[in-house]
Structure formats: C-alpha cells, structure tokens
C-alpha cells in the first residue's frame, strides 16, 4: 500500500488550521514563524518557500530574513539573539546548510531552545532522547506521524535505519526504540561503514532508508511484507522537466514497491511531512505547549 504523504499533510494544515482559527477566536495569538535563509542554495530555496505557504495555510504569521552568503557569523548571531527577544515571534529556523565560515553548531546553540521549532539544539535533542515533551526534528517526526495515521504495527519489530545524521537517523532511531507507539521496536543502525548492510536489511520488518544515495535500497535488500520509508530527496538532473531536475529516493521503488506491506514514495512521501512537523511545532510553540 502507498503512504499518501502529500494528502497527510493536507489534513494535517487543515486540523492545523482550524486550530489557530478557535485560538484567534478566542482571543488568542496567532502564531508566528520566522526563518533566516542565508544564500541561494536552490534546495534551501525551495524548502523555505514551501515553509511559508504551508504557514499561510495553517493561518500563521511567517516572516521571511534573508542574507546574502558573505553575512558574517556574528551578524548572523546577532539576528538569532533579536530573534530570541522578539515577544512576537513564536519559533524560529536558521535553514542549514550555512557557507562553511559560519559555524552552524554556534548558530543552532545560540537559538533559545523554547523557540527552537526545528528541534536541533542540544537541549531538545536531549529531551528527546530521554522521552520528555520537547520539540522533535521536523522529518523523523513526520514519519512517526505517517506510522500512526496509517496504523502500522512497530511493538516487537525489527527496524533497521540507514543513516545516522544528527537531523534523521539519530533521532529517528532513538524515536522508534522509545517505550511507545509509534516505538517499541528493536533498532539497527546502519552507515557507511556497516559490514553486511544487505543481511541487515534483509531481516528488518520497517526499513527507514535516510542515507542519501538515490536507489540505494534494492529489493534483493527487502523481506518480503516490509514497511520501506525512503527520506531521500537527491535531486538528479532530468532534461524533461521544466526545472531540469527530479527528486530522487534512497529505494529502488518499482522493484522495491511490490515486495512492501506499504511504502512511501518521493516526491509525496516524507517531504511534504516534514515541512508539517515544522508548523506543528510551531503551533505547540505558539501555545507555549512545551516550554513558558
Ligand atoms: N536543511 C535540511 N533540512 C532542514 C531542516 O529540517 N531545517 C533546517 N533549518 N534546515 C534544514
């Protein structure tokens, strides 16, 4: 079965949306998004274009702060300070990557963690890892979110990851062992330097395939039933579309689709649900859900 990612997340800004109406209604503060985009990566581009949209059709304010890619560090820090003062602003992103003169693990620990709607400060990343409400990293979240709305099974599964970056095969990981639906499932790390990451796969009931190499997962690697959640997003040039390229999955997916309980595609799988995971955290953060 396909995982409608795309329509999840429709359903999800609308329940989003209906929300901040009732809050607004009763007197309430709509909340408000910021986002810094430093450059004009065209993958950073697109994504903080989309995060303002989905921001309209959840009803939030968004604004938008731009900086060519020469900004020094300190400037930058300087914004994340104001931004970290600013009453009226709920939450906000610093879009990574960063040029390499600006050190993005300074950026990330100068936001404060109450604002830190991405979830990638120490602070919330420890809170995380220890089951106490905080906000979690837009796309593992967002995968928990397609588990539970699709009711599938994890307690007592074998899961395996690829990947182990700080943003999604970390915490997805940590998320997927905690006690817990969508959790209780005994998790398996793989990287590039995993001996044997076939045999790995092969054994694994929910495969979550976050390790950016397009068509990585073939269906030789797949047990036959398995759920596949394929996080790539590697863009490939493709001469027949309008913008020359395509997006491009970890998981080979017409070989890989037949053998699969259920699996996501790309694009419409975990993309737009990431982005989701984003205005839920910034509608707890208007709340003030997790932290005063
Ligand atoms: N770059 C890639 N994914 C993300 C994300 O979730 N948040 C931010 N701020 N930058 C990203």
Redesign the pocket.
């Given at each position: 079965m396909l995982i409608d990612g795309k329509a999840t997340a429709a359903i999800i800004k609308q329940e989003i949306a209906k929300e901040v109406e009732e809050i607004v209604a009763n007197g309430g503060k709509r909340p408000h998004l910021a986002a810094i985009l430093v450059g004009h990566d065209g993958g950073?581009e697109t994504?903080v274009k989309n995060k303002v949209i989905a921001c309209e059709a959840c009803g939030f304010t968004s604004t938008l702060i731009r900086y060519e890619s020469d900004v020094t560090e300190e400037e930058l820090l300087k914004k994340v300070e104001e931004l970290n003062n600013d009453a009226d602003i709920d939450g906000f992103?610093?879009?990574?990557?960063l040029p390499a003169h600006i050190s993005e693990q300074k950026v990330i620990e100068a936001i404060d963690y109450r604002k830190d709607v991405?979830g990638f400060h120490p602070i919330n990343v420890g809170r995380m890892s220890i089951g106490l409400p905080c906000y979690i990293?837009?796309?593992p979240n967002g995968i928990l979110e397609l588990l539970k709305r699709y009711n599938i099974e994890t307690k007592g599964k074998k899961c395996v990851v690829l990947g182990r970056s700080n943003?999604v095969g970390k915490p997805m990981a940590q998320l997927m062992m905690q006690k817990n639906y969508p959790g209780d499932t005994t998790v398996t790390v793989c990287h590039s330097h995993t001996n044997n990451i076939k045999e790995e796969c092969r054994q694994a009931d929910i495969i979550i395939a976050a390790i950016g190499i397009p068509n990585f997962l073939t269906a030789d690697m797949v047990k036959e039933g398995a759920v596949v959640i394929d996080v790539g997003t590697t863009r490939v040039k493709d001469e027949t579309r309008k913008s020359g390229f395509r997006l491009n999955g970890d998981v080979k997916f017409d070989e890989v689709a037949p053998k699969c309980s259920y699996i996501t595609p790309v694009p419409g799988g975990v993309g737009p649900m990431?982005i989701c995971s984003?205005m839920k955290n910034t509608l707890s953060a208007g709340k003030k859900e997790f932290y005063k």
């Open positions: 950073s994504y992103i610093v879009q990574l990557p991405d990293s837009a796309t943003i990431t984003l």
